[in-house]
């Protein structure tokens, strides 16, 4: 029973007055109707409050008008004319309220899909924050999403994990004793922002800042516990513009337009287009072996591309006759099969080679390499015991490459990454990405992992697999939303109310 479950330390239950939905239960656990039995695991719960009330108290707190003068009585018409003549583009009416949104409110989301202009316009907003000589911080939860920062905004760009100097357990360097020097932070690919890291970058930011979280709420929600950026646009509570215009050049795009017709429920259409394709394939083998060809042969033939550096190849799970496992093992046969000639290492069922495509699966503090980072092995050495990896992301210096030095006994911190699941790619871009999709997927396949793969692409699309799984993906809404109550938290704090805690 639910007094039983709640004896553990380790569990924190609480009434909540929400719209979340009812949990099956062996009787009526509240007495009451509209309200629900929240369970969660005790540091879950704490983050989720104290993010709740982070937010809050820093929507509330005054601009440190010492330190950034307010934009409340700036002359708008003039401000976007001086960036018309800075930038030779002209801001989209949403455009233009996300950069007002973005400089007097403390705290803002802008959120909207590719093509629809998030880039230039977080560009807009660092110009006149910098204008105005503001103390501006840019961060991105992967290493890959900081470079792509920095290279559109034009100032230096940390990973949230550097940013904060998070240590392992989780205890980072800042924090509300010791905040971060800024008067503006940008946030970007915050879909990827779970529960307690966006807690423990929200405590890290001093009162008087500004705060502006960018992503694309459509795309799959964070790894870890939450669903941060959905619940803070759905509570209403915090100011939000969503970008819908498609501009253009970007229509001219099938990996844009097709990325906007799954998000809609509707199939891409590759007819007439040289960057969105689609191999259809029901045989689950087959496709594997169709993957490995248009990855090693194909592709680099007719656009030039390197099948390790430009091709990520993205599975929707990792087990499976098509399934990352199984290609990746494919995948270093074609691109970095073995020679007499070179040393090779076998490790936890798989071999390591100079050549070979690999991501770091946890966070090294020590060597400040952090989950997701992606290199290539430069060197292995059977005298030494050791081999070395070229990180062209994720390490601690993000917008420069590095080489990191594993031991053999340190090779579970690696795998292969010639092809990876969905989800291991977000907050990643790649010249041209290669999905494998089979009805062996099947509960996997959802839309908004496939928009999620698609949207990776910069230039090109190949679609490979069944077209029932095709179908399956574009048709399936994501699987239910999470079981948190962040939405609810900042709704009864703007109206004085508490929920009420369960008795152990």
């Not at 999403?145 to 940390?158: F, I, N, P």
């Not at 500004?210 to 759905?234: C, K, N, W, Y």
């Not at 290539?376 to 420069?400: K, P």
Request: hydrophobic share 40%; aromatic share 6%; charged share 25%.
């Amino acid at each position: 029973c639910l007094q039983e479950l709640v004896r553990d330390e380790g569990v924190m239950a609480e009434i909540l007055p929400t719209t979340l939905p009812t949990l099956p239960t062996a009787g009526d656990q509240t007495g009451q109707t509209g309200q629900t039995v929240a369970i969660y695991l005790v540091p879950f719960y704490r983050a989720e409050v104290s993010l709740a009330n982070g937010l809050l108290r820093l929507l509330r707190a005054p601009t440190d008008l010492e330190r950034l003068p307010a934009f409340s009585s700036v002359d708008w018409e003039a401000a976007f004319e001086w960036l018309h003549k800075k930038t030779g583009s002209t801001l989209a009416p949403e455009q233009a309220e996300a950069v007002r949104l973005a400089l007097t409110e403390k705290v803002a989301v802008l959120t909207g899909g590719p093509g629809c202009g998030k880039s230039f316009t977080v560009r807009s907003i660092v110009a006149l924050a910098r204008a105005k000589r503001a103390r501006i911080i840019l961060a991105a939860p992967t290493g890959r999403a900081a470079k792509r920062l920095e290279e559109l905004a034009g100032l230096e760009t940390s990973t949230l994990h550097r940013l904060l100097g998070l240590r392992p357990g989780g205890d980072a360097a800042y924090d509300r004793d010791n905040p971060l020097d800024a008067d503006l932070i940008v946030v970007d690919e915050a879909s990827m922002l779970d529960v307690l890291l966006a807690n423990t970058l929200i405590k890290a930011i001093p009162p008087g800042a500004h705060l502006l979280l960018v992503g694309d709420v459509d795309q799959l929600p964070s790894v870890g516990a939450g669903e941060v950026l959905r619940d803070v646009i759905g509570s209403g509570v915090i100011p939000s513009v969503r970008l819908t215009h498609i501009f253009r050049q970007a229509q001219q795009s099938g990996v844009v337009t097709n990325a906007h017709r799954i998000n809609a429920g509707q199939m891409p259409q590759t007819k007439g287009l040289d960057d969105f394709f689609f191999f259809a394939e029901e045989d689950p083998e087959r496709v594997a072996e169709l993957t490995v060809d248009i990855v090693a042969n194909r592709l680099p033939r007719r656009f030039d591309l390197d099948a390790r550096r430009d091709v990520q190849v993205l599975c929707p799970m990792h087990r499976g006759p098509a399934g990352a496992g199984v290609l990746n093992e494919r995948l270093q046969e074609a691109l970095t099969p073995a020679r007499p000639d070179l040393p090779e290492r076998r490790y936890g069922g798989r071999v390591y080679r100079v050549g070979d495509k690999v991501t770091q699966i946890r966070n090294n503090y020590d060597k400040e390499v952090f989950n997701g980072a992606v290199g290539v092995v430069t060197s292995l050495s059977l005298e030494d015991q050791e081999l070395r990896v070229r990180m062209d992301e994720g390490a601690a210096d993000e917008g420069e490459e590095r080489e990191v030095v594993y031991g053999f006994d340190e090779l579970d911190e690696l795998t292969h990454a010639y092809a990876m699941s969905i989800h291991r790619s977000q907050g990643s871009e790649y010249p041209c990405i290669v999905a494998a999709l089979t009805t062996s997927a099947w509960v996997m396949l959802q839309r908004n992992l496939l928009y999620t793969a698609v949207t990776r692409a910069k230039r090109i699309v190949v679609l490979v697999g069944s077209k029932r799984a095709l179908w399956k993906a574009v048709r399936t809404e994501g699987g239910g939303r999470r079981y948190a109550a962040l939405a609810e938290r900042l709704q009864r704090s703007t109206k004085g109310t508490r929920g009420a805690g369960v008795p152990s």
